[in-house]
């Protein structure tokens, strides 16, 4: 009776070596280290930690470049910025880290609670041979426990919607992330500059609130009609029940979503652009210095004449009498070729009518019949000057039209054929791709260029054209005040978005909404010592990233522009975009079934493109 029993151990030791060689060769398949699922946390913060550190580095080394140019510093200088510059924004405490905690920390934490708590529990229970098992100690039974009861609190707070589910993860994530920023960016106490996250808060609020408004005018109406639980009947039935094509309400609805929301873009931008253009004229230091200098350096106006008319604001300069600010026009109407006569204040008349005639009579002034103030010759172009036409100001006008133009074509002419270029390199040469493109740029030039010229357009029709001729008892100090010819400027430059196409009407609203937030917002608000503006900050910080990356799971429809395609490339990756749209056409095209030869030929020539 002994002989079979070495039979046995002989028989069952290889099948035991099978087991651990096939548990073995599972457990080493490189697919569990790499998942291939797109949107698995590790290759979502692989993409979000590099994207955000590009976008980080980019700026923070452009300075050093440069000095590597100019050879300014010492070589052990540029090393240390460099070393400083690296360790700040890449460490643990830096930007990308931050960005990419709040981008996949919502995502790690509804994935860990869903599949792990809830698939250890759920296995605790239904596994027969675990019930077999005996009692085990005291301590793994409380770990248990602990591990059932968070579990059922998770299920007890999360019995919501899938997305109910990834907003409150994402608003724990962007708690971390916002910790994380202002840890190491601390505003000075004491000191009137903006909080360290203050750029990104507006940012993040207009993008989810545009998101939020796009949800509710979403151009599906079936969306709406599940979020409410309304009965969705659009589709008509035929006689044998199969659905036929949408009644013709709803074409028109989604007509009317789309119009609707590109008359918000408009007013959008035009309130905006109104109060953008008013602070670059009073009060500059509400917007980015970058951003004045690029509306300087494009509006083409002297700093002397920006500053004569901040006096004129806080009435340090008053027509009729002198001022101490009154070299500022003098100088400036010198060294344009007038009389230094035409910029004092206290030989200029302040209203218009008969007496003003006779002002401008005596002091050379032409084209200035009935209406005082100061002379539209000191605010034209100097081009005009030279062709000996600046009196006119339909001819001011036309020029700096034209000389707007010429600067926004070469500012848009890479905005439009950049994306050709980086998407699809040989179509740039093909007519149906690069006319539209150039079609494009001209457009977005005009728009551009009409901007600059009907705010000038606005300024000369108010204080010489018509306003002023028509109430020439208005003193001129109101015409060229904050509430005069700057305002009309002001409340007419933005109508010229319409030129625009209407799916570039929506980012450009949003790039200027953060600004004009900014410049609308109390000085003590903004100021790094103000305790209510600091909660609040955090608050929106946290709701409106958190509310990004919902939308950006979960319906990412809502999402427009950059804020659109940078989350589904950092979420999806290469399945969102072009990349996608190529390869369902060509798994979709209708040939012989694929050999592995050819299989590996389609997958290159996706790459490709």
């Given amino acids: 009776m002994s002989a079979p029993s070495p039979r046995v151990i002989e028989h069952t030791e290889p099948d035991s070596d099978h087991r651990r060689k096939t548990s073995w060769r599972n457990t080493a398949n490189p697919k569990d280290f790499w998942p291939d699922d797109p949107s698995h946390p590790v290759k979502v913060a692989l993409r979000t930690y590099s994207l955000s550190l590009s976008l980080s580095l980019g700026p923070a080394l452009l300075p050093i470049a440069l000095t590597l140019i100019n050879r300014s510093s ?293 084209g200035r019949r009935g209406v005082g103030g100061l002379p539209c010759e000191l605010l034209h172009s100097r081009v005009t000057t030279r062709w000996g036409l600046d009196n006119s100001c339909l001819t001011n006008v036309g020029v700096r039209f034209c000389l707007a133009f010429i600067e926004a074509v070469a500012l848009y002419l890479p905005v439009h054929f950049f994306p050709l270029l980086f998407t699809r390199p040989s179509s740039i040469l093909q007519r149906h791709r690069a006319i539209p493109a150039l079609l494009a740029a001209i457009r977005s030039a005009t728009f551009l260029s009409t901007f600059l010229s009907s705010y000038f357009f606005a300024a000369c029709f108010t204080r010489t054209l018509v306003l002023a001729k028509l109430f020439p008892w208005i003193p001129h100090d109101v015409w060229d005040g904050p509430y005069g010819s700057v305002l009309a400027g002001s409340l007419t430059c933005g109508w010229s978005i319409l030129i625009e196409n209407k799916r570039r009407r929506g980012e450009m609203a949003l790039y200027v909404l953060p600004r004009a937030i900014k410049a609308s917002l109390p000085a003590k608000w903004t100021a790094g010592n103000h305790a209510g503006a600091r909660l609040v900050e955090r608050i929106v910080f946290v709701l409106s990233l958190a509310s990004l990356l919902t939308f950006a799971a979960h319906e990412p429809e809502s999402l427009r522009g950059l804020s659109r395609w940078t989350l589904a490339f950092v979420m999806k990756g290469r399945n969102a975009g072009f990349w996608k749209k190529h390869k369902e056409k060509i798994e979709h095209c209708p040939q012989t079934p694929i050999s592995p030869s050819s299989n590996s030929i389609s997958t290159q020539s996706v790459d490709h493109l």
């Fill in 74 to 366: 010492s070589l052990q200088t540029r090393l240390g910025a460099f070393k400083r510059v690296l360790g700040r924004e890449a460490g643990l405490t830096g930007f990308p880290f931050a960005i990419t905690v709040a981008v996949c920390g919502g995502i790690a934490l509804k994935h860990c609670l869903e599949t792990v708590l809830g698939v250890h529990h759920v296995d605790k229970q239904d596994d027969p041979e675990v019930r077999r098992q005996p009692v085990v100690a005291s301590t793994f039974q409380q770990r248990t426990t602990v591990l059932s009861l968070a579990t059922q609190a998770y299920s007890n707070m999360f019995n919501s919607t899938p997305s109910q589910k990834a907003f409150l993860s994402n608003i724990l994530s962007s708690t971390i992330a916002l910790y994380l920023l202002q840890k190491t960016r601390p505003s000075k106490t004491g000191s009137h500059q903006p909080f360290a996250t203050f750029g990104l808060t507006l940012l993040f609020f207009c993008r989810a609130t545009d998101a939020i408004v796009q949800h509710f005018l979403s151009v599906h109406p079936a969306r709406k009609d599940d979020l409410f639980n309304i009965p969705a009947n659009r589709m008509k039935t035929g006689p044998s029940g199969n659905l036929l094509l949408p009644v013709e309400g709803d074409v028109k609805t989604k007509k009317w979503h789309q119009s609707t929301a590109a008359w918000l873009d408009a007013v959008v931008f035009w309130a905006c652009s109104a109060r953008i253009m008013w602070c670059f004229f009073y009060q500059p230091h509400r917007l980015p210095p970058s951003y004045v200098k690029w509306i300087s350096s494009l509006a083409n106006v002297d700093k002397r004449l920006l500053d004569a008319l901040r006096v004129m604001h806080s009435k340090e300069w008053v027509y009729g009498h002198s001022s101490t600010h009154s070299h500022l026009l003098t100088s400036y109407a010198k060294d344009r070729g007038y009389p230094s006569s035409w910029g004092d204040p206290q030989g200029l008349p302040a209203c218009g009518g008969a007496n003003a005639d006779v002002i401008w009579k005596a002091l050379g002034v032409p």
